[in-house]
């Protein structure tokens, strides 16, 4: 049954950029539906981005999904990083930014902002991400980032005009 009381919307980014990436994008998005007290509202087109990290790598599957969720934000991350590992992630052994089979990060949750050990909201990279904005902004351009008061849309046209504006370059740059 689809979540009731006290549900909140909150806000992932999905990536992957080993074995067959749309496959396991769709399957992820499955396995959070199958979650008790998760409701998938909406899921982005994927889209192929160049990797952000260490060493050489493919090229990501990145997409995005809005959630109706009765659970708390930890709880909903705990089951993500599940997902993950049934997806063949495996944090321990593998680097930071480097490839992975799935990547789900939470990005949004309602209007709560955090800072703890394991869990910050929002994300506190995402603002930057074109990746995660692109995909994000086009399912829920109205959703409210917290941490600036600002809807998705305009963190997204902030964005994307930044990358358009000429790099400084030479002395003093």
Not at 74 to 94: F, K, S
């Amino acid at each position: 049954p689809p979540p009731r009381a006290h549900a909140a919307h909150a806000a992932i980014a999905l990536g992957s950029n080993l074995g067959d990436r749309h496959a396991t994008l769709e399957s992820a998005v499955r396995a959070l539906a199958l979650v008790p007290g998760v409701e998938v509202r909406r899921v982005s087109p994927f889209i192929e981005t160049d990797p952000v990290g260490p060493g050489a790598q493919g090229a990501y599957l990145n997409g995005a999904a809005v959630l109706l969720t009765t659970r708390s934000p930890r709880d909903l991350l705990r089951c993500m990083q599940r997902i993950e590992i049934a997806h063949g992630r495996d944090r321990a052994t593998t680097e930071r930014w480097g490839p992975r089979t799935l990547d789900l990060d939470l990005i949004l949750y309602a209007d709560r902002q955090t800072e703890e050990p394991g869990l910050t909201l929002p994300h506190p990279e995402f603002r930057g991400r074109l990746f995660v904005l692109e995909p994000l902004g086009a399912i829920a351009p109205e959703m409210v980032d917290p941490g600036t008061g600002h809807t998705l849309a305009r963190l997204l046209d902030d964005l994307r005009r930044a990358e358009e504006r000429p790099r400084a370059s030479g002395p003093g740059a």
